[in-house]
């Protein structure tokens, strides 16, 4: 059973800065792609990232949620974590922060939530004005 624990979380300012880690365990981290999504209350899971199995590959969402150029996915397959550094936190940036491991061997990576198969409990990310 793989098992995801997030940490980092926290309350910071606008324009202020946080880094979420994501520990996996239970199968080999460095053949799944991984990603973090968010979900501010009353709204559905929004994808936020993506990094391919390999790590050689990055995605963001790039659109009304953007978080290009401000947050930085990251994993380090000897440690079995991953990364995102959030720098100029908004605060429409406030929700709980999940992340999640695909469920193909060697998915390049996919921003849908039907392709990841096990999630983290979530990390509460506030953004104060």
């Known amino acids: 059973q793989v098992q995801l624990v997030e940490s980092g979380g926290g309350l910071v300012q606008a324009g202020g800065s946080l880094r979420l880690s994501c520990a996996a365990s239970?199968?080999?981290?460095?053949?799944?792609?991984m990603a973090w999504f968010r979900q501010a209350p009353g709204k559905e899971r929004r994808f936020v990232s993506a990094?391919?199995?390999?790590?050689?590959?990055?995605?963001?969402?790039d659109y009304v949620d953007s978080v290009k150029g401000r947050f930085t996915i990251s994993r380090d397959n000897a440690k079995n974590t991953m990364y995102l550094q959030m720098n100029s936190l908004k605060p429409e940036d406030t929700a709980v922060y999940y992340c999640a491991a695909a469920k193909y061997f060697r998915l390049v990576a996919s921003m849908s939530t039907d392709d990841y198969e096990y999630w983290g409990q979530g990390t509460q990310v506030t953004v104060s004005s």
């Open positions: 239970g199968r080999t981290f460095s053949s799944y792609a």
């Open positions: 990094i391919s199995w390999s790590g050689g590959s990055t995605y963001y969402v």
